[in-house]
């Protein structure tokens, strides 16, 4: 089973920058795919990013250029760097993950970001 325990989320003003860092634990052998989705009261659930466990990453158009996936797979963590933040980013961010030979995608409990002046 794997425990995923997001951080980092709060009250940010448009233009600003704000991290989440996402932290794996419990009984596995190594965590795979992991990545960022977010979800808006009435609006459907979509990705933000992923990274697989050798680096490669993948972002949702409306946050290229301005976020940033990172991992350290020694640690089993996995950060999101967000940057000149918009309004229409205010959502709950999940952290997800894979581990071992498992196609289960593990979910943190979300942690709220609100861009808003």
């Known amino acids: 089973q794997v425990q995923l325990v997001e951080s980092g989320g709060g009250l940010v003003q448009p233009g600003g920058s704000l991290g989440l860092s996402c932290a794996a634990s419990g009984r596995f052998f190594r965590i795979n795919a992991m990545g960022w989705y977010r979800q808006d009261p009435g609006k459907q659930r979509e990705l933000v990013a992923s990274?697989?466990?050798?680096?490669?990453?993948n972002y949702a158009d409306s946050v290229k250029g301005r976020f940033t996936i990172s991992r350290d797979n020694a640690k089993n963590t996995m950060a999101l760097q967000m940057i000149s933040l918009k309004p229409e980013d205010t959502a709950v961010y999940y952290c997800t993950a894979t581990a071992d030979w498992s196609d289960t995608q593990h979910w943190g409990q979300g942690t709220q970001v609100t861009v808003s002046s």
């Open positions: 990274i697989t466990r050798g680096g490669s990453t």
